[in-house]
């Protein structure tokens, strides 16, 4: 059984950072693709940053690039997301979901089918950035 466990958001001013936490059990997440997304009220979800398994290639949104970074921690089985520079429209509640075969591509742009690429989540944690 996959257990994804997210932490590490909270309310920060414009400009200012947070390090987001995806904690992993019943899986070795480096073996696997793992994906960050984030849905804010009213709106789909959306990829923002998608790690390969096979390859360590990264890949992320448009609206995110130069901003956050997506990265590994073998040891500790935990993914993190480094949001830098952060603005108002990064609200939302951020999950992170990892599964057998994911495409990347797909969930990092592609709004509708995305999140479909993958069937485990965590249960979110929210980022709220304030002006």
């Known amino acids: 059984q996959v257990q994804l466990a997210e932490s590490g958001g909270g309310s920060v001013q414009i400009g200012e950072s947070l390090r987001l936490s995806c904690a992993a059990s019943?899986?070795?997440?480096?073996?696997?693709?793992v994906g960050w997304f984030r849905q804010a009220p009213g709106k789909e979800r959306e990829g923002v940053s998608c790690?390969?398994?096979?390859?360590?290639?990264?890949y992320y949104a448009d609206s995110v690039k130069g901003r956050f970074t997506i990265s590994k921690d073998q040891g500790t089985n935990t993914v993190y997301l480094q949001m830098n520079d952060l603005r108002p429209e990064d609200t939302a509640v951020y999950y992170c979901?990892?599964?057998?075969?994911?495409?990347?591509?797909?969930?990092?742009?592609?709004?509708?089918?995305?999140?479909?690429?993958?069937?485990?989540w965590g249960r979110g944690t929210q980022v709220t950035v304030s002006s």
């Open positions: 790690m390969r398994s096979r390859d360590g290639s990264t």
């Open positions: 019943g899986r070795t997440l480096s073996n696997y693709p």
């Open positions: 979901a990892t599964d057998f075969e994911s495409n990347c591509v797909i969930a990092t742009t592609d709004p509708r089918r995305g999140a479909i690429e993958f069937d485990y």
